[in-house]
């Protein structure tokens, strides 16, 4: 077992995940078993139900009076019906309902027939919910309450109820009963001793997890609601414990591996780094000075370097990883680098063409496409001669020997898994491990990451090169769509291209490509006079890629397209970007689709579109948009809307690790939590590993999908 640890290590250690690459959603299929909708969520062994600890709690313990209920506020509320309607023809139905203090609005768009007899007029009832303000008016609404008809006996909750985070069919009273039963299965043993627990001030496990799972009548909700009551101390600490041991044990691991040693170049006028420096028709930012001299120091060795270097669409890390790959060659060793598409690898593979070629460095090429015939020359140059290969996923693939691969870069990282990353940094010369340095436009902010990736170390390009002009980001009511299409026209006239990103929609791709599709016909036939063309999901990478081409070279002016367009391509002639309903992508993601304009000296737009149906989220993260072009505020604000699991929550990259505790609020327990495990770890104490597996084993085969 804890050989397939290792695997998680590197998971866990390893990447980010954007949240904008959510491009290829499966058709809605048969419900899964329960066992398998469970597994999902990382619920497998006894121990997982034990630890599904309550995402927040429902307070039914006490009646709140209308006047001192606020927006957005979870309350439950006595009252009485007064008035009640249904709109047959909105499909909707009404009611309002009183008590001594004032009257509240009550609205269900779907509801079963029998809400009609729960809110006659005079009946006395219970509801719970959230309160909002009202649409229309000033007072108070609550849109589908849970309700329930107020008996003379009613007795209220004596304690509070936990909510669990729950996956598709999978109900709270189910999660309730069966985290009981593990509760009663598991002989939960506390793996702190009694002078541990004295030092670190904390309470004994199951006194903790029981005070969690069921709070006692007179529990501090706020405290709970927190986390920050005793119990849920003791559980962050152990999560943050887990974590730390998992961090200590990969980085003793990779510090044991062996690297080839790079170094700078004695002779600076002669090496390749020096001669691709100065050739450059630009001076590096003070940003790329920086990341490239922690590069520098960290591929001297003898450890292998594990880094991230993050900046912002258009920060230019391209030349740097050219940079780093040159001081790998002047050290005699290959660089390879690997993009997650074809498109991208072909621009990567042109731009080192461009910048290494003339000091004879030899480039060789390698994806999947090529023929028979070029593959093998391709694989005998890469085990011989080469000195840089640049590709695809074929650079990984088994058929692929490197005579002493000294670097492995990757681009766009997150958009690989994790497997994919690792394999080719396997690939060193024999008993080294190559250097990895890895490339994100998906700014995390910076606790945020080190809470996530503790051990890979980060490098932020923060700056822009200069002479950029900013992209100017305007939003419409869908409504002016036709106003736009002009605009969009009038750009098109002056020899511009554009590019129209469609809907996402939630239930299906299937419905996704519809929506494009409408929007595709209606745009090609309202501008007649320029080459209009689609970009789906479905297309196969032969047809996508075509169609890329095609608006590289400028033939195609407009590119109407489902939220596919390849992250990093760059067509700097591109300078209108329309987004429709963009109240449905995150914030990330609408700032990586703005990205693709602005590349060139001409002004850009980014004209996010938005229907009726905006929520206070959807507002405010428009607000946020428009307001700002810094990647690293976006992702900060979408990290605050969003919470971190959903921030980095994506199949490839794995469970965010820290489930509970949070970086910046926890940093006592971190630190107390980071001493415990190096105190376990080095005295070669078992517990470290019995600690760990109970928190991340079922996470195991989730992490690695
Ligand atoms: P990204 O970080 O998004 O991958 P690129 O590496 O593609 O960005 O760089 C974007 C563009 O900026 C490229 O055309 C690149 O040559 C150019 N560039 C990079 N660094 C500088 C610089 N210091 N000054 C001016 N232009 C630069
Ligand atoms: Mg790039």
């Known amino acids: 077992m804890w050989a397939l640890k290792r695997e998680i290590f590197e998971v866990l250690t390893s990447s980010p995940a954007s949240q ?34 309550p995402l927040r709690y429902e307070d039914k313990t006490q009646i709140t ?15 009485v019906v007064t008035d009640s309607h249904e709109q047959v023809f909105a499909k909707r139905f009404e009611a309002v309902v009183e008590d001594e203090t004032g009257s509240i609005q009550v609205k269900f768009f779907k509801y079963f027939p029998s ?68 509760l009663l299965n598991v002989d939960i043993i506390d793996l702190l001793n009694a002078e541990e627990l004295r030092e670190l001030n904390l309470p004994p496990l199951r006194k903790a997890i029981e005070s969690i799972h069921y709070p006692a009548p007179d529990a501090n909700l706020e405290e709970l609601q927190m ?25 003793k691991r990779r510090e044991a591996l062996k690297a080839p040693e790079i170094v700078p170049p004695e002779d600076k006028e002669r090496s390749l780094t020096g001669k691709l420096y100065r050739s450059l028709p630009f001076k590096l930012t003070k940003a790329q000075v920086k990341v490239w001299k922690e590069i520098v120091k960290s591929m001297k060795g003898p450890i292998p370097m594990n880094r991230l270097v993050q900046g912002d669409v258009g920060s230019g890390k391209t030349i740097i990883a050219a940079m780093s790959a040159a001081l790998t060659i002047d050290n005699g060793y290959q660089a390879a680098l690997m993009a997650p598409t074809e498109i991208l690898a072909e621009q990567h593979f042109k731009k080192i063409l461009e910048w290494l070629k003339p000091f004879d460095v030899k480039v060789v090429w390698l994806t999947g496409k090529l023929k028979a015939k070029e593959k093998r020359e391709a694989l005998e140059r890469i085990a011989s001669d080469a000195d840089i ?65 503790s051990d890979i170390d980060i490098s932020v390009i923060d700056e822009l090169p200069p002479g950029r002009t900013p992209i100017n980001t305007k939003t419409f009511k869908l409504e002016r769509k036709q106003e736009i299409i002009e605009s969009v026209r009038q750009e098109l006239r002056n020899g511009r291209q554009a590019y129209w990103v469609c809907p996402l929609i939630e239930e299906s791709e299937k419905l996704d490509l519809t929506a494009a599709t409408i929007s595709f016909e209606e745009l090609k036939q309202s501008l007649t006079e320029f080459k209009v063309e689609l970009l789906h999901g479905k297309m196969t990478s032969e047809e996508k890629n075509e169609i890329m081409e095609r608006f590289k070279s400028g033939k195609t002016s407009l590119l109407v397209s489902t939220t596919v367009i390849e992250v990093g391509v760059d067509v700097p002639n591109a300078t209108i970007m329309v987004i429709e309903h963009s109240e449905r992508f995150g914030l990330s993601q609408l700032h990586q689709l703005r990205g693709r304009v602005g590349r060139g000296s001409k002004a850009s737009y980014c004209i996010a579109l938005f229907g009726d149906k905006l929520s206070q989220e959807g507002k405010q993260r428009l607000k946020i948009f428009r307001e700002t ?14 919470g971190p699991g959903e921030f980095l929550g994506s199949r490839q990259s794995g469970v965010p690790l820290l489930r509970f505790a949070n970086f910046d609020q926890d940093s006592e327990l971190v630190d107390k939590a980071k001493e415990l495990a190096i105190k376990w770890i080095s005295s070669n104490d078992a517990r470290a590993e019995t600690h760990a597996s109970r928190w991340f084993e079922s996470k195991e085969k989730y992490l690695e999908a």
């Open 20 to 53: 904008s690459e959510k491009v290829e959603k499966p058709v809605r299929k048969k419900r899964a078993p329960i066992k398998e909708r469970l597994e999902k969520i990382g619920l497998s062994r006894e121990w997982d139900f034990v630890l599904h600890l």
């Open 389 to 453: 290969v640049v590709g695809t996923h074929a650079l990984i693939q088994d058929a692929v020997q490197y005579k002493n691969l000294g670097l492995a870069i990757v681009d766009e990282q997150h958009r690989f898994g994790v497997e994919q990353r690792l394999a080719l940094r396997a690939l060193g010369a024999s008993g080294l491990m190559p250097h990895l340095l890895m490339l994100s436009a998906t700014p995390i902010p910076r606790t945020l990451a080190m809470s996530y990736l």
């Open 629 to 642: 072009t810094d990647g690293f505020v976006i992702a900060k604000k979408d990290l605050e809307l969003r």
């Open 115 to 182: 809400v009609k007899d729960t809110f006659k007029p005079g009946n006395k009832i219970l509801l719970f919910g959230k309160v909002k303000s009202a649409w229309k008016g000033d007072g108070l609404e609550i849109i589908h309450p849970k309700s329930k008809i107020s008996r003379p006996t009613r007795e209220l909750d004596k304690s509070l109820t936990p909510v669990y985070p729950a996956g598709e069919g999978i109900t709270q009273p189910w999660l309730r009963k069966r985290i009981q039963t593990a």
């Open 227 to 251: 986390k920050t009551s005793p119990g849920w101390k003791r559980l962050k600490f152990d999560e943050l414990l887990a974590q730390q041991i998992m961090l200590t044990l990969s980085r």
């Open 65 to 79: 009076s209308i006047a001192d209920a606020q927006p957005e506020q979870t309350v439950l509320i006595e009252g």
